[in-house]
């Protein structure tokens, strides 16, 4: 040490005290990150999640939960944000076994934010709230192994102020964003106009009418959509609007409508690789819908001016659109996957079963049937649904879920005499009610007593 400083000691006190301040200011920008893993219920899946902080940041401190689907490869990443206020649910769903089929199926990662702090500060992508996904996302893909994480397109996914920052962030990051769905966007359109460069991004936007703004403001949310789809629509883009009479800012079903949207964009525009560019989408297979009539057409065979015509990737999303402004949403027509990894074990006075499944892509799973020689002998949950989602921000209900098993009490096989063999079955049921195919197991009673 420095002999002068020791024979001054209030020149040492000073110099500690600038030493301190020195490495305060120079940490202060830097982002402190904590990150947890754990294990997610689901098909060879993992969770992770990371805290930032940071002054550079606009929110007191984010949370981005990430599910990664046991790929080779992420190709893409979903990427959900929750309006002003609903950061308060947290991070569910990266949890959602629907939305882990659907990233299964396109090798996507599912990441939802949780910003804590006034939605003014983060909602425009400008203002810091980029950089933070940005950083996030390098990290968690350190901490994933899948470092292609930083460079992967987005599915963008917004509610209110969380669709404001999505519009933001298409004009921000136009080479990027592979889709977008933005459910009743608050505000007005982000600096006024968007760039041409957004001329090839899907944007899907619901609003709820005039009922979003009972005082007769243009905040939320339906003047919004309505000027932004009239915007982008200008460019030629390909911009769709549905609005959803009857429900409100707060309550729609836009996953259903959303999944098969961002599917439709999948199929015409992810690239090969991580680094090529994305595709356009193919003119010649689009649709056009009229938001009066509710009308569809194929552009390529329309006449008339298309300027005011939502533009929709193609026949069965236009379909789809159709649908959803007619009745507020769209239906699963279709039964889910059957179970698989059927098993029958004996526990003391009992048998128990257990399983596996994927969700239903469209409507996910309400429960299971069990049956035994062909009848109906219950069902799991007991009560309830398996899991859903609310139709407010989308939030998964519940997050955790338990291990698919179910007992069965030996007297309900009958006397002992009768206890020989029977058929067990199992069959997943979607949130329409389409019941799977059957997965079956021939139950041995004498098996199971010398196990």
Known sequence: MNQHLTKNPEKLLLSIFALLLFFNFSTA??????AQSTSCIGKDSTLFQITLRGETYPFDHADYGLYIPEVDTIRGVLVLQHGCGMEQFGITRPYDVQYQSFAGKWHLAILETALYGNCSGWKDAHSGSADALLKALDELGKLSGHDELRLAPWLLWGHSGGGYWVLSMIQAFPER????????????????KFPATVKDIPVFIRHAGAGEAPNGGTNCCWASSAGAFNALRKLDAPASVAYTAGQNHNFSFVRHMAIPFYEAALKQRLPTGI????????????????????????????????????????????VKWQE?????NVADNTPPP????????????SVELSWKADADIESGIKRFNIYRNGAHIGRFPASGTYQTFDTNGDNTIPKLLPGMKFRIAMTEFGAPAAMTKAIIS????????????????????HLLKSQ
């Open 29 to 34: 920008a830097q982002p402190l990150i904590t």
């Open 177 to 192: 964003t592979l889709a977008a769905f933005c459910y009743s966007p608050a505000w007005e359109i982000p600096n006024g």
């Open 275 to 318: 680094q090529t560019a994305l595709k356009p989408l193919d003119r010649n297979r689009s649709w056009l819908g009229d938001t009066l009539t509710h009308a569809v057409f194929k552009e390529s065979t329309y006449t008339g001016s298309k300027e005011t015509l939502c533009l929709l990737p193609d026949s069965i999303t236009a």
């Open 324 to 328: 959803y402004v007619n009745t507020g």
């Open 338 to 349: 059957a179970p698989y990894d059927l098993q029958v074990n004996g526990v003391k006075d």
């Open 426 to 445: 199992i069959r997943t049921v979607n949130n329409f009610d389409w019941e799977s195919e059957e997965t079956k197991i021939l139950l041995d009673f």
